[in-house]
């Protein structure tokens, strides 16, 4: 499942969010078996994925059309709740007015936190909900009649997946964690025969296995100062900040303490929460540094180690030598990705066999749609041309 996918999914899960109030005869972008999907609900919640991605990965965005496709993920989705909106419906699911409590407790506490000071404020959260669906120009009942839909929706979701997803057993687990080894170890036989038979598979285990190498090989805890010496910085100035890592190394020398010179002196204001101190792993870290970090013994402080980004001063304070994860010790880790990988694919089957059989219509039109036929018609004329 890719990135993009697998936040949607995140934002679908925890989508009971507020949404501005319908207009009579407000536009709509798709209709699904009839009942128009708003574009004021479109609009709201590619918004709220944008926002996602300007915090968590802004790169995404600077890629073309990159709107567009998270634009055409976003009406999906919402294509996708409306068919099981009805399907619900369909199924008379009914929700307890202890559930819709529950729900909308559950939506409040979202609302414990005051955005404007970043602080915990349980008390104000009644009060900051209250405000935020009048933003939304929607009444307390408009809303929980939403939320009712979308418990409803849940409901089915959960009664129709009991149905195919398969329960895991110990011996799914271990079959992932021996295909995993497979891979650590470049079993290129069985590496092969996953690749003939399941490529996605081989992906996800790979990337399971990129992910046990870390937390298995050797590592190291370190304290660091960091000096920065960014690109366009003139000679004088770089010449000042290795003086200065010379300085800093005679006083740790005469004995100031080490987190003493990290507060005093890093440049690294991420590290200085946690004073300094950060995990390397063997080969992850620039090669100056891996070389110092791995080879000092555990208490000694290096001399300024010059990289390609500033001067570093290190403290080795302990070392973990590689290891072999067991397969008892993320059994219980391999079982839960499983489970939510059938439960994600039962879904998506379930989702396509509604949609198959449901009449959908979509009058959104996005750019990048466009540019992909035009680039399709083109290569198309090219063959042609090729032939006479």
Known sequence: MTKTNKLLVTLCALGLGLSAQAKVMESSVATVNGKPVLASEYDSYLQNVVEQYEATAPQFLARPYAKDLLGKEVLKDLISKELVNQAA?????????SELD???????????VDEKTGQADPKGAEKRFTEALKKQGMSL?????????????????????????????EADAKALYDDVQAVLKNNTKKIKAMEKDNPQHLQEVQAIAAKLKQLSAEQVRIGHIFLATPAGMSAADKKAKEELAKKIKQELNN???????VKNYTEDQQALASGGDMILIKGMAPKEIDAKAFTLAVGKVS?????????????????????????DEI??????????TRILEAQAKYLADLAEKADIKVTKEFEVDKVIAEEKAKKEAQKEEVKK
């Open 255 to 261: 004995g100031m303490d080490f987190s003493t010179a």
């Open 89 to 97: 419906q369909e199924a008379k699911i009914t929700v307890k007015d």
């Open 303 to 327: 001399e300024p180690i010059k990289t390609d980004l500033g001067y570093h001063i290190i403290k080795v304070k302990e070392k973990r030598a590689e290891r072999t994860i067991e397969f």
């Open 102 to 112: 529950e729900g909308l407790n559950e939506i409040k506490s979202r609302f414990a």
């Open 331 to 340: 059994k219980n880790d391999l079982g839960q990705y499983i489970a939510q």
């Open 141 to 169: 009942k408009t809303y929980k009649a939403k939320l009712s839909k979308e418990i409803a929706a849940r409901k089915l979701l959960e009664q129709e997946l009991k149905k195919t997803v398969k329960p895991v057993e």
